[in-house]
């Protein structure tokens, strides 16, 4: 990798089965992940994606643009933006995209970009991945 390489953008499918999986391996089985009663009684607009989850799509690109798992060093991101995920089988879509901003000995600074639809679901997302 070299500084300014824009690396290719990741799609991921989200849907219902994949929260429902989510929830059992994290122990987050909050009701707004899973019930669209409860997820607009508080306010969202349908059942919202965890927000680790979406970063973790985030850590699947980053280890595929890596060359494989074990090399992200670094990663961080704050969470703007629900991912909402229909009761459907065809679920919703996350495009992760990154560039390089620098390598260095140490590591590859990458700047990212997770979206779904025209929003941007992680608020200044950044990572290092080992040199």
Same mark, same amino acid.
């Given at each position: ?6 690396? +290719? ?15 059992? @391996? ?14 607009? *009684? ?18 699947? @690109? ?13 990663? *961080?991101?704050?969470?703007?933006? +629900?991912?909402?995920? +229909? ?9 992760? *995209? ?13 700047? =990212? ?8 679901? =992680? ?5 290092? =991945?080992?040199?």
């Amino acid at each position: 990798m070299h500084t300014g390489d824009v690396l +290719p953008e990741q799609t991921f499918t989200v849907t219902r089965a994949d929260l429902v999986r989510y929830a059992g @391996a994290s122990g987050d089985r909050n009701p707004i992940h899973w019930s669209d009663r409860v997820a607009t *009684s508080v306010g969202l607009p349908g059942v919202i994606a965890h927000g680790m989850f979406t970063m973790a799509l985030a850590a699947r @690109a980053l280890d595929t643009w890596a060359g494989g798992p074990g090399r992200v060093r670094e990663l *961080s991101c704050k969470f703007t933006k +629900p991912v909402v995920v +229909p009761d459907d089988d065809t679920g919703v879509e996350v495009r992760v *995209s990154g560039t390089v901003k620098q390598v260095t000995d140490t590591g590859v600074q990458v700047a =990212l970009e997770v979206r779904c639809g025209e929003e941007k679901v =992680l608020g200044q997302p950044k990572a290092v =991945l080992l040199a």
